[in-house]
Structures are given as C-alpha cells and as structure tokens.
C-alpha cells in the first residue's frame, strides 16, 4: 500500500515530470498564461496520461509481448495517445468549447508531448505492474498539472511586473521555470528514503 | 501636482529595510562572538557584491540609481546571503551567489517589489546545487581564528574538511541513520547520547543556538515595530514544532527533538527574516498562515528525509512558487460581505 | 499493428459521432468585444460577420480601427493568439466621433438614413435629417452617400460625466 | 449609560489640525460682487436653467429646476441681476465647465416670498417635493438630493437613524461648529426627518476630539425632552466620519457597496443636512448658503456662513490667505478635491476650502516599487486588499482589479497616507474605476447600437419578405387568370407548365418567393441610384446650387495661395 503512495508521491514531487523530469515543456511554457486554462490543459493531460499509462500497459503485456513485436512499442503507443488525444479534443470541444478555443494547438499536440509518451515508456522500463503503471502515470500527470497551475499562478501576477523588455514574455517564464524546477530539487533524495 | 490624500505618514522602504538590518545586529554579534569575525568580512563582501549588481541592472536600465540604492533593500539581501552561506566559504562563492540573488532573481523580474522569488534563498539553492561540498563545510565554534577564516576566505588555504565538519542539523541527522543502522558503531546510542560532542550545545548547535536566540530577539523587536506581524513567525515556530513533536513522539530514537529542529540551522533567521519577506511571501494574513506552516512542513521533510543539510531555503523556494495562488484563495471578505 | 488501428479508428468514430459540436458560442464572445459600429471597415458587413470570420479563422483580428488596439488586445487574450497591430489597409484609430448633419445644407434625401447602420438618424423625405448623436456610432457610413456633403464629424468634447482620471504618472527623480 | 460601540477595520490617525479653526464664533461674509452658481450640484440629473440674462431674481428663488428623476433644486443665494447664464469653470479637479447662473448681487439681499411647511401635517410624499424644490442635499460632501433618502425602506419604518457629526477630516471643524452654535434648531431638523423615516432610535456620531460640541447637542436633547436620540462620543480614528464606517460604529451594520442602507434598516445623515432640512421646513429657506470652514495656509483659520456660488478666493481672502499659497483644496486632505483655480464657486459639497501651500502639503516623495508590505490592507477601513487593486491596475487589468472589489473602495485615501513606498494608491483606483465606467458606457452603448443594426436587419429583411409577398400573391392571380383562361384552351400542356390553382408545392412557392425576390432586387437596384433622379424641381435646384457653391469652394480655395 505505502508503496503505492510511495509511486504518486514520488511521480508528483520528488520526480515532477516538468520540473524535474523536463519533459513535456512545449504546453508548460506554451498553456501557461492563464490560471483557467492551465487547470483544462492539467485535466486534459492528466486524462489522457492516465488513460493512455493504461491501455499502453495493456496493449504492451497482451499484444506486443505474447507477439514479441517489442521493437514496436513506441510505434504502438504513439497510435494510443494519439486516438486517446482525438478523443479528449472532442469531448472538450463539446463541452467546453472555450477551453478548446483556448487550448487550441496544444490540445492536439498533447500526442506530441513528450511526457505523455515517456511516462508509458517510463513504465515499461521500470517494470511497473497495471495499477503502478496507472498510479505513475496519474501522479506524473497530477504531477505536470501542478507545476502547470503554480507556474500559471506566477505568470498571471508577472503579467503586472516592470520586467526589463528584453525579458519580458517568455524569457523571463524561462527564469521563473528554472527557479520552480531549483525549487523542486529540494525533494532530491525523498523518494530513496522509504 | 498630486491629488487626494495631500499628507502622509512618515514612512519609507528605507526605513523598513534599515529596521531589519538593524535587527539582523543581535545574531551577528552572537555570530562574530561564537564563530570569529570571518562572518563581519562576508558581510562586506555580499554588500559590495549586491550594490554593485543593482547598480549596474539600474544603469542597464536607466532607473534612478541613488533612489534604488539608498532603499537598502540589495542590502538585505546582501546580509540573508551571507548568513545563511558557511562562514568560511571562499569570496568568489559568495559574490556569485549575490550577483545572481540581485540580478537574475530580483532585477529580471523588475527589481524591488516585484521577484515571486526570495533572492537570498535562491541564491543559496542555486550555491549549494553547484557546489555542494564548498556550501556544506562549517567551522565549530572557536574552531578558527580570524587570520585561517581570512584565508579560506580569501583562497589559499583549502584542506577545509581536515578542520571543519558538517552543520550540527546534518551531522545529527547522519548520527541518527548511522545509528538505525545495524552495522554501524554507532547502533544503539540514543539522541542524547548522539549530541553529546563538542559540536553541540544545549538546544542545537554550539553557538549557533545562541545566534538563532539573536534571531529571535530582532524577529520579536520587528514584530513591536509593525514591520512584521507575528502570523509567519507563528505558524512557522507552530509547525516545525509540531511536525517535529510528531515523529520524534512516535520514535525519539530515530529523530531529533523538536526543540533541537527549531534551535538549529536556518528556523529561526526564517521565521523571522526570509519568510517574512513580504514581496516574496503571502500576504493575507491566513495566507501568511498557511504559506509558513507549508514551509515548516518542507523545511522537515527535506531535513529529515532530503539530501541537503536544510530545508529552509528550499521550503521558501517551495513556497514562493505557492504564493500567488495561496494569496488569491485566501483573500479576507471585504466590508459589508462578510458573513459573521 | 492493422488491429490496434483499427481498433482505434472504431472508437473515434464512434465519439467524433457522440460528440458533435453544434452552434458556436464562441462567435457571441467575439461580437461582445467589437465596437459594433457596423462600420464595414474589417471588410464585413457588420461586426457579427466579422465575429463569424474570426471564429471560423477567416480574418485576421487587428481589422477593425474603431475597436483599436485595445480591441485587438482583448480578442488576442480571449483567443490566444499573438497580438498585432493594427492592419493599415483597414484604416486608422480615430477618436471617438459622432456625425453632425450641418442642417442649412440638407436637402432630405434620406439616403444617409438608409445607409445609417444602427438607425441613429431621424427624418422623413424632404424633410431636415437629425443624427441622435447618443446612438451614433461614428461609423461614417453615412458620409459617402450624402449628396450634398452636409454630414462632417465631430469629435466628442469631454464633460463632467465622462471626465475621467488619468493614469497616474510616475516621476522619478534622475539621480 | 453606556453604549456598546462597535470597531472598523484599519483606518489611520492623521493631525487633525482642528482647534486653530474653532476659536471663534462663525463668521458671515460680505456679498460679492458677483455670485457663480453652477446648475449641476448635485448627484443625480442636470438642473435646467429657469432664469434668463437681465432677469431679477430674488434671494430664494428658484433658478434650475429640478429635472428628472434624481436631482435637486438650485437657488439665487441673493437679490440681483442675472447676468448670463453660461458655461463657468466649476469646483472640479478637472477643471472643467458647467452652465452656471452668473448673478450680479443688487446689494438689498432682499428674500422671495418663502413658503413654510408643517411637516406633521403634510404627507410625506409632497414633504419629499417639497425639500426637493428647496435644494436640499446632503452637505457632508456627497451631495445626494436628501428627499431621495428620506424614504423609510420597505417595512414603511426604520431602526436606527444616523445622524454624522463624526467630521473625521483634518482641518474641517464646520459640523463641530454647527452643533456648538445651533445644535437646537438641528435638533428640531432631525425630529423632522426623524418623524419622515418613522426612526426608532436617533444616534448622533461625533468623535470624541470634539467634547464642546457633544455636550452642546447633549444639552439641545435634553432641553428639547425628546426621548430616542442620543449623541454618541465614538473614538477619533479617521474615516470614522464615512457613512459606512460611522453606521458599523454606532449599530455594528455593514452595508455593502450598492446597496441600500435602508435595507438594514438604517439610514444615515450629515448634521449640516439636518439644519437645512429645518431651514428649509421652519422658515421656509431653500439651501442657499452652508458653513465653510477656512482653514490650512491662512493666518485666521475660521468657519463662515458663505452663500452658494460665492468664489473662493473671495471667502479666502478673510482668513489671511499667507503668500505661498499655490492651491485651494475643497473638503480636507485626506480627501479633499484640488481646485482648478482660484475663483471657482463655493456650492452645496463645500465643506471645507483648505489654503495649501508646497510647505504646507509637499509632494510626496518619488514613488518607488510596491515591496507588498500590506500597510495598506492594514489601513482599509473596507477590508481590501489595495496592493492588489494597485498591481492590476497599473498593469490596466481592470478585471482582475474589479475582482479585489476595486468598487468597494471609497477612496478614503488611507492606503496612500500610510504606503512607504509613496504611491498614490487613490490616484490608481480613480483611474481605474472611471476607465470602468468609461468602457461600460461604451459597452452599453455598443450594445445599444447591435440591437438597432440587428433590429434593421430584421426590418429590412421583413419589408423585403412583405413585398416580395405582395408580389407573389400579385403573380398567383395572375397566373391563375391565366390558368383559367389557360383552361379554356385545349392546347395547353399539362404538368409543369400548368400551375395548380393552389401551388401547394413547396418548389413552386419557393420559385415563386424567389422569382419575386429577385425583381424586388432588381428594383431596388434600379431605384437606388436613381434616387436623387427622382426629386422635386426645387430641390433638384438646390442641389444644383449647393453643387455650384461646393464647386466654387475648392475653386477658391485653390486660388488664394496664388494670391
């Protein structure tokens, strides 16, 4: 049991997929300038890490392992996230047509977030069984939506500050995430401790 | 010609920074009293280091030097980092550390008033992230006279572990995994037994318990003055204490006392001087609240279980990245709308 | 491989199927922001065309002078998009200016009363036209038609009631 | 006894600077030589004009009428001459103008035949006109038409009514000396508008840095043997005198911002409105003149009794005006108005006029970056959080603004008296919120203008459907007429040429519809450019003429710079 919590605590903080991590940058710099849609894109991606952690255990253990196709998986689970990414945009976009409007590239281009394919990979390599893989996969996106609204936070009360021109916008979201992930190091070490 | 209101009260940014370097004297005396005065030549240098940054992002920027310069506010900074870095760590550690607290996490975010980050604990992350062992060594108290301090300071002499060892929160906590150890010499001993050498004192630290008493007695005098209100010192001092009763209650063998956590390190120059730095910090006052019980809570869980000899700055870190949010939830119900 | 995607291609044609999208609240969004001058100036006809165009990606949004800068600022906020200038070709940020018909020269024509947009002229044939000068939007649609050139306009004077304060200035002192 | 007071949050405690102008009694000030009174003096709508240049007015007499639904009479404070009635630079930071009376006093200060009323005996909705006609406004500095308040909320009766002798401004002392000098005859006019709201409790706030003027209307009660009123002592903390803060304090209510106070069962007054409430229902006298305290840069700081539309540097020039003087302030300084000049008007919100000089209120010292110390929050006497109003609003992100409620600020001026970094916190909240109110005029009328465009879509669509309607039915008949007598002739084919006599089918009707459309489009483009074709010969003429000056103009202008 602790185990398990161990993995979402570890998944959220101690290894931010964002923060520590580095991956999945391109919505994390890119979603960020707003607090309502930082908390859609964290939905979002949460759902579709969860969901593609999942089935990409389950087509890797029953498809590609008994076919020993193995050399196939990243193929294979760029397919998943991708239909599992089309899926989330029409849901979205029927039920919050704004947040879609918002959202707008980086929605689809979730598929190419590299965290939602490393996470699954992730899992393969640390040989986690379904519902670790499932728990990883939420903490790590639970993880990425954390830093995403926290960031988001910042950026909207940045939007105010007399930054110097040169670094206004995005170069300075730049120092500010090299100041989050500095922060996020302090966990260094927590998750070796249990 | 202004408008309404036409008087005003006489205060300033000035005034409330000379209030905390003022009350930063008592724990720098403690500090030069206990450790010699190599902290006195830190000091200066930090100083020279975080005005002559400000001044040369005032220049780059064409904003008003003398306006910005005179505020102190680089200043303090200046003295957080130089309290918080060793003693003893070599010029170049120190200037570093101040020119990039003064100029990447304070003036590119638009100078005083406006870094979601506290400058001085960044600084001190981004120092000890870098060089880990340089940001860890600490002299015993009475270890080192002036002249050795000098000359760590300012290069030559480097054989630093032969003669100086980790802080008292990192040397204890590595006694007590030591001791949970069953291979170790070390097994069995108990807490009290563990801090029975000469690097500790009554509480804490030798002497660095006395310097946290200085912190103390300024952070209370800032608090008579209203530069302060007690909201963060409290929660802090709360909730260190309580997290450390928690585990030290379930398993006194395994963890240190929470006196010991509050007397040591970092604790009390946070609760009463890094955490209540405004700009950076939470600012209702349930923010406040809970902005500095979530510190504590970091600052023991990275003392505890993490790979840094404190949690302090990292917790502050943490918790700055919180604030926006923390102060957007908890803002107090305005006149008229409150529900009593 | 062949199975998964077609597996998958199963399942998102059944949802593209589920969850079609009908209507566009995103268009009221949009047309809330314009100016509603009506004044064509964006190359529609009207500001809930242009509204339409924008949604649909078929216009840029810095087409419309009456709405500004500002204007382009909120719909560069409200749709994510990079904010830009506004486009020459579509005209000049003017002040905000209502038309005045000079009444020794009207002929009454009604002509600039069937070109006016938002039915902020009165007056009948041959009879002297007045612009409600509350509901006019300054859009200068009735200029061009006028035969007789009677229609200028006028800027709006300030009065106690839209006086406003100005943003406070900073002065710093040079060191 | 005792009476349990309640507490607001934060608020400040500037010098008040109030005993210099209470040595002597209030003073009267000679006639003019000219009075200014501006129409518009009042919240609510503008007066209109109901003299003419050359008229006599009579010290009394009506010279705006009220006008709409919220708005106030205005007075001649004196006999004389109108002189003109026009634009006059008004007592305004902006500077601006207002149609003003411009009245030249006949020196006689002789009254208009003055109509008293009997307040017991009238009912209360002609007493309401009554004090509308005769000008009466709340004289604390918010001029609100006072009939508009004086209206028990829905339970027909009221709990507590508040009267407001706190005067928490420094400098202003003219309320003190109202309840030191008249405090009876201000007592008879809160009976009245006690009687008028039907008020259990009458509670007098008077902050306790003002004792001579609590025991005078602690004697003014008990002489007068009304039960239900009392003058309360309430601690000094400005802005204890706002009406909010003064209710909290007295009955431990908040009313929120935009609502009614009424609502709570209370309802509050300035203590100079009830002395011209009494003026106005005992003798007859419309507001035409209320004390000003002169106080600030002057050797004589002192209260008058001016009238309305007297210029300032005329009231000002009694007091001992110092040379240094650079400005007047109207109301005090925390608060207080700059004036656009010297010469403006005293009216009914005048208050206070306070000489300043650059000694006497320096500027502020240079702003510097907000450090979030939260000194303001601590001063807000509406719980707010100004360095958060502040940050989005230099930014202009008035949504954001808006969200820390920037509307309930009541720009006490607190936030910026305390700030160390010396920003003028007030400054950017005016901004704000008048930059609010500009973009939801703009937004009202923007809406305005889309129901009247879509409107017109509509109508023109419906004109367009109607005649093409018309036309259709025109052509059914006609083509029946020509299937009857289609019919008669053998020859023609059945099907698709021979309509039915009902054309039922929907292709038939839409043809129909748009065959007719599509003339009706032809017409009108055929008569739209023809338009001017088709006029009256004279006007054909006009045109012609007005055609000729206008090409003679470019004409001429063409040849001046040959000249």
Request: glycine share 8%; charged share 20%; proline share 7%.
């Amino acid at each position: 049991m602790t185990s398990y919590l161990f993995v979402i605590l570890g998944a959220v903080l101690v290894n931010n997929v964002v923060l520590v991590r580095i991956l999945g940058l391109c919505p994390f710099m890119g979603v960020s300038k707003k607090l309502e849609t930082a908390v859609g894109m964290g939905a979002a991606t949460t759902f579709v890490l969860t969901l593609g952690c999942g089935t990409s255990y389950l087509v890797d253990h029953y498809v590609l392992m008994p076919a020993g196709v193995e050399y196939l998986r990243t193929l294979a689970f760029i397919v998943i996230i991708a239909a599992i990414v089309q899926v989330t945009e029409l849901v979205i976009q029927k039920t919050s047509p704004m947040l879609h409007q918002v959202l707008g590239i980086y929605l689809p281009l979730i598929t190419t977030n590299c965290a939602v394919l490393g996470i699954p990979l992730l899992n393969v390599a640390l040989h986690h069984d379904l519902l670790e893989s499932l728990l990883f996969g939420f903490g790590s996106s639970v993880g990425f939506s954390l830093a995403l609204v926290l960031f988001a936070g910042i950026r909207e009360r940045l939007d105010g500050a007399d930054v110097p021109v040169p670094f206004k916008g995005t170069a300075i979201a730049m120092v500010t995430a090299g100041l989050m992930s500095l922060a996020f190091m302090g966990f260094a070490g927590l998750d070796k401790f249990h | 010609m202004n408008n309404s209101p036409f008087v005003r009260k006489a205060a300033s940014v000035q005034s409330v920074m000379l209030q905390v370097l003022l009350a930063l004297v008592p724990a720098i005396a403690a500090y030069v009293w206990f450790f010699g005065a190599g902290i006195l030549v830190q000091l200066a240098i930090a100083s020279a280091a975080a005005l002559a940054g400000e001044a040369a992002m005032l220049a780059i920027r064409g904003k008003p030097k003398a306006l910005f310069l005179t505020d102190l506010s680089a200043v303090v900074t200046a003295w957080l980092i130089a309290l918080t870095f060793p003693p003893i760590a070599p010029w170049w550690l120190t200037v570093t550390g101040t020119l990039l607290a003064v100029v990447v996490v304070k003036q590119l975010y638009g100078g005083l008033g406006q870094n979601p980050f506290n400058p001085a604990m960044a600084a001190f992350c981004l120092m000890i992230v870098a060089y880990p062992a340089l940001m860890s060594q600490w002299p015993a108290a009475g270890q080192l006279d002036f002249k050795t301090q000098l000359d760590l300071i300012f290069g030559g002499l480097r054989q630093v572990d032969a003669i100086t060892g980790a802080t008292p929160l990192d040397a204890l906590r590595t006694a007590l995994r030591s001791a949970a150890n069953p291979d170790s010499q070390l097994h069995g001993l108990r807490t009290s037994q563990l801090m029975d050498g000469p690097a500790f004192g009554l509480l804490g630290g030798k002497g660095s318990e006395w310097i946290a008493l200085g912190y103390l007695v300024g952070g209370l005098w800032l608090i008579r003055q209203r530069i302060i209100t007690w909201h963060i010192p409290a929660a802090f001092c709360g909730a260190l204490f309580a997290s450390a009763l928690l585990l030290w209650g379930m398993r006194p063998d395994a963890f240190a006392s929470p006196l010991f956590h509050l007397a040591s390190g970092g604790a009390m120059l946070g609760a009463f001087f890094i955490l209540t730095d405004p700009v950076s910090g939470a600012t209702t006052p349930r923010g406040k609240l809970l902005f500095a019980a979530g510190a504590a809570i970091f600052t023991y869980v990275i003392r505890s279980f993490g790979a840094f000899p404190d949690g302090v700055a990292f917790a502050t870190l943490l918790m700055n990245i919180l604030v926006p949010l923390i102060d957007m939830k908890t803002q107090a119900p305005v006149f008229g709308h409150k529900k009593d | 491989m062949t199975g998964i995607a077609l597996v998958l291609g199963a399942v998102l044609g059944f949802a593209s199927i589920k969850f079609k999208v009908e209507g566009d609240p995103l268009v009221e969004k949009i047309d809330a922001i314009l100016p509603q001058t009506q004044c064509g100036q964006c190359g529609f006809p009207g500001c809930r065309p242009y509204a339409t165009a924008i949604a649909d990606g078929e216009a840029e949004i810095n087409q419309c002078p009456p709405g500004g800068e500002e204007g382009i600022r909120k719909l560069a906020d409200l749709l994510g998009r990079e904010f830009k200038p506004l486009s020459e070709e579509h005209g000049v940020e003017k002040p905000k200016s209502v038309a005045v018909i000079d009444e020794a020269t009207c002929i009454g024509c009604t002509l600039c009363i069937q070109a006016c947009p938002v039915d902020a002229i009165v007056g009948a044939a041959k009879q002297l036209h007045t612009i409600v000068a509350a509901e006019c939007t300054g859009c200068e649609l009735c200029l061009a038609p006028c035969p007789v050139d009677c229609i200028t306009m006028e800027a709006i004077t300030e009065t106690v009631d839209t006086w406003k304060w100005r943003y406070p200035v900073v002065e710093i002192k040079a060191a | 006894m005792l009476r349990k007071l309640f507490k607001f949050h934060g608020g400040v405690k500037p010098q008040t600077n109030k005993t210099q102008s209470t040595t002597e009694p209030i003073a009267s000030v000679p006639l003019p030589d000219r009075l200014v009174i501006p129409l518009h003096q009042a919240v609510g709508g503008h007066p209109r004009p109901l003299v003419q240049p050359g008229d006599h007015v009579l010290k009394g007499q009506r010279i705006g009428g009220a006008d709409g639904n919220l708005s106030s009479a205005v007075h001649a404070s004196t006999s004389g001459i109108v002189r003109d009635v026009a634009q006059a630079v008004m007592p305004h930071t902006s500077g601006l103008t207002t149609l003003s009376v411009i009245i030249e006093p006949d020196g006689e200060d002789r009254w208009c035949e003055l109509e008293k009323v009997n307040y017991r005996s009238t009912p209360p909705d002609e007493l309401r006109d009554f004090l509308r006609d005769a000008g009466v406004v709340g004289l604390g500095g918010a001029v609100f038409p006072s009939y508009a308040k004086l209206k028990p909320g829905k339970e027909g009766k009221l709990k507590t009514l508040v009267i407001n002798g706190a005067e928490c401004e420094p400098f202003i002392t003219c309320d003190d000396m109202l309840m030191r000098e008249r405090a009876s005859d201000m007592l008879k006019g809160i009976v009245a508008m006690r009687y008028m709201l039907q008020a259990e409790e009458v509670l007098i706030g008077i902050e306790d840095n003002k004792p001579e003027a609590v025991a005078s209307v602690q004697a003014a009660i008990k002489a007068s043997g009304e039960t239900g009123i009392e003058a309360v002592a309430i601690p000094t903390r400005y802005p204890a005198g706002g009406a909010k803060q003064l209710i909290r304090v007295l009955t431990g209510i908040e009313v929120p911002h935009g609502r009614r106070s009424t609502d709570f069962g209370v309802q509050c007054f300035n203590v100079g409105t009830a002395f011209s409430i009494f003026e106005a229902l005992e003798h007859g006298r419309p507001l035409i003149s209320r004390l000003v305290t002169v106080a600030g840069n002057v050797t004589a700081p002192r209260n008058y009794d001016v009238l309305i539309g007297t210029p300032m540097d005329h009231l000002v020039r009694l007091a001992g005006p110092r040379p240094d003087t650079d400005r007047y302030i109207m109301g005090g300084p925390m608060m207080g108005v700059r004036m656009p000049g010297f010469d403006v008007p005293v009216v009914k919100a005048t208050n206070c006029v306070l000489v300043g000089s650059a000694t006497m209120f320096p500027a502020p010292p240079p702003e510097m970056p907000c450090i979030r110390c939260g000194e303001c929050a601590k001063a807000c006497p509406a719980d707010l959080a100004p360095f958060e109003m502040y940050w989005f609003s230099r930014s202009k992100n008035f949504g954001k603004a808006q969200e820390y409620h920037l509307f309930d600020c009541i720009e006490c001026g607190c936030c910026s008296f305390v700030c160390p970094s010396h920003i003028p916190l007030v400054d950017y909240f005016r901004f704000s919120k008048s930059e609010i109110w500009s973009r939801e005029r703009e937004k009202e009328s923007a809406d305005g203008a889309r129901d009247r465009f879509e409107f017109k879509n509509f109508r023109q669509e419906r004109e367009k459907q109607e005649k093409a309607e018309k036309l259709a039915a025109k052509a059914a008949a006609t083509r029946e007429k020509v299937a009857t007598e289609g019919a008669a002739t053998p020859a023609a084919a059945d099907g698709e040429a021979a309509p039915k006599p009902k054309p039922s089918g929907d292709d038939a009707k839409r043809a129909l519809i748009e065959a007719a459309m599509e003339k009706a489009r032809q017409q009108k483009a055929q008569v739209a450019p023809k338009n001017t074709d088709h006029l009256a010969p004279d006007v054909e003429a006009d045109i012609a003429a007005i055609d000729a000056r206008r090409n003679a103009a470019p004409a001429r202008a063409a040849d001046t710079p040959d000249a």
